[in-house]
């Protein structure tokens, strides 16, 4: 498994752990997730939003549908 060390990837991981969620073995959906969560951090930044603001938003996008 060669999950990325950033840190969208390794919450969603930890938090797939935590909840006992067959999806902790799944790589792609991890990345996936996470690169989701991060395009949504830059851009609401981008669009004018504040640091706490973004970061609330891409935790929305990372954990969608848990």
């Known amino acids: 498994m060669s999950i990325r060390f950033d ?3 390794l919450y969603l991981l930890k938090f797939l752990q935590d909840t006992g969620n ?3 073995n799944d ?7 996470a690169d989701l969560a991060a395009e949504e951090y830059e851009d609401m930044r981008r669009d004018g939003a504040s640091v706490s603001m973004a970061q609330e ?4 996008v990372l954990l969608e549908g848990f």
């Open 57 to 60: 938003s891409a935790m929305a």
């Open 27 to 33: 790589e792609e959906f991890i990345n996936s997730r």
């Open 22 to 24: 067959d999806l902790k």
């Open 7 to 9: 840190y969208y990837s």
